[in-house]
């Protein structure tokens, strides 16, 4: 098993990543795919908190049986909003600086974007990012690049269309500063024109001087690209539902264009989606959706594994 992977203390956003963690990283993972019932006594009397403040099942759910199979104990509110004392006007550094006093980690999900620096700011165990606000979701996205990594056997000279709300998808801003790690990646950018990419990570593919166009011509992509990553349009970040119910169901995957893929390209979705793939397709070969939500557990493993040995120094 790799060790000592990286100095990480916490996980915040997936730029800290370079491409010497990440290839480790997913040697780790491979591992924890392999032996995932032999390695309970890896966090033994450990506690992982999972202190949710926005809905979620694959996040939630995978580290909560991530850390269970490596031995942990976890402690958990879901719409933590409404059930701890936050209800009450406590701050999001005072519940990670009490919350601190009862685990050896910390998994957020909060809708705020900074939320995860804030709490890493005075929280002296491992804060892990599980998604913050329209910002960031770097297990996501490490996730993401490993099903895109054990489809191909590489993570480099790839052409990638991510569609849909890439305004408000934290995985998309985490998935694209991941890719664009690696030499020859190009990116397809396909979006309503209120969901449209966000200047931030055009200006870094442009400052690194890597290769996108933005299009609304979603059948011509399919036809030329490796990856088509779907993505849900986030209602809840919507303040005009007219704005919404524009930018939805414009893109979707189905029998009739899915056809217009690649054989050998893959079809993502970081999930939950809505309508934006037909479940017709869910048979395809090329959808890799479900296998990319499992790879999540064995990604959290090696997540939790990883920052067990650094903060054991
Ligand atoms: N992909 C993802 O973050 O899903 P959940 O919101 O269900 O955790």
New binding site residues.
Partial sequence: MAKNISPYKHVINSQQFDEKFIKKFFELTDYMKKHENEVEGELKHKIVSLLFYQ??????FSFEAAAKLLGACTLMTESAELFSSVSKGESLEDTIKIVNGYSDFIVLRHKENDSSDRAASVSKVPIINA?SGTGQ?PT?ALLDLYTIYNNFKRTRNLKIAVVGDLARGR?VNSLVYLLSRYDGNEFYFVAPENCRIKEGITEHLDENHIRYIETTDLNSVLKKVDVVYMTRIQKEYFDDLEEYQKAKGIFVINKANIKLMKKDAILMH???RVDEIAPEVDSDPRAKYFEQARNGLNVRMAILKMLNDNNKK
């Fill in positions: 809905p979620s099942t694959r996040t939630r998604g979701h996501q995985t970081p999930l939950p």
